[in-house]
């Protein structure tokens, strides 16, 4: 929901099985929005997401087909299956909402979210995602197993699957961007913005990080906070909303001597947060 409202995308990391597929289809019919849905795979071309100008030899006019990146929700399952180069087609959709085909650019329809799957890195057949990918991503999150009574649920034909189809929307897309808009309009005071600053100065200045968080990440920290306190019912963030979304926003980022380590920055970025002086006021 945070990722969602902070006008972010959001990838969803854990072990096959767990509903990370699930979860994605789930938020996605909670908007009564356009929905699409793409399977990654080695084979998957970038024109496979963007679309394709088609020739009509009747009417002799070359006429573009959207692809799968054109509606407002859009869930790209096991995007570390695809190669880099197809991955490389979602940079331009992710920070600019649009997509460019044979010199021309056109604009992705509004809101626009982004809902990625991947399974760990060190499974066969995936492919790591660059650092521009996943620097784009404003929360990464993982599930975990379940509780045993959810499990049970989903024994049971309660939960899972069958529950998917019980959901009803709650909002559209004129809603949900209203909600976004609302979100940008939290109250931040100048105190707090620079708790973020410090927040994200420090991964940068950490000895075992070769890079930190970039001013993007920045700018999806304060978001992802705002949505945070938007979320609880306040028209203010607080450092305990950016202590709250600290780590799903930022540990994602961060890039080790051994490449990215999504659970030593959770880690890292917790302790920064712990040390940190918390503004008063």
Known sequence: MVALLSGGHLLVEDVPGVGKTLLAKALARSVGASFRRVQ????????????????????????????PLFA????????????????????E????????????????????FLIATQNPFEHAGTFPLPDGQ??????????????????????????????????????????????????????????????????AAATRDHPEVSFGASPRASLALL?????????????????????????????HRLAFVGGPDIEAGTALVLSLVDALPVPRG
């Open 134 to 199: 996943r620097d784009r991503f404003a929360v990464v999150v993982r599930l975990g197993h379940p509780a045993r009574a959810a499990e049970r649920e989903l024994l049971l034909g309660t939960g899972g699957v069958d529950a998917l189809d019980e959901l009803e929307p709650v909002t559209d897309a004129a809603g949900l961007s209203t909600a976004i808009a609302a979100v940008r309009d939290v109250h931040c005071e100048p105190a707090v913005a620079d708790y973020v600053v410090d927040v």
């Open 223 to 251: 978001h992802a906070a705002k949505a945070h306190a938007a979320v609880a019912g306040r028209a203010f963030v607080t450092p305990d909303d950016v202590q709250a979304v600290a780590a799903p926003v930022l540990a």
């Open 40 to 67: 990654a795979t080695p084979d998957l071309l970038p024109a496979d997401l963007t679309g394709v100008p088609v020739f009509h030899p009747e009417t002799a006019v070359w006429e573009f087909r959207p692809g």
């Open 93 to 112: 959709a992710m920070e600019e909402r649009q997509v460019t085909v044979d010199g021309e650019t056109r604009s992705l329809p509004a809101p626009f």
């Open 72 to 91: 407002n929700v859009v869930l790209v399952d096991e995007v570390n299956r695809a190669t880099p180069r197809t991955q490389s087609a979602l940079l």
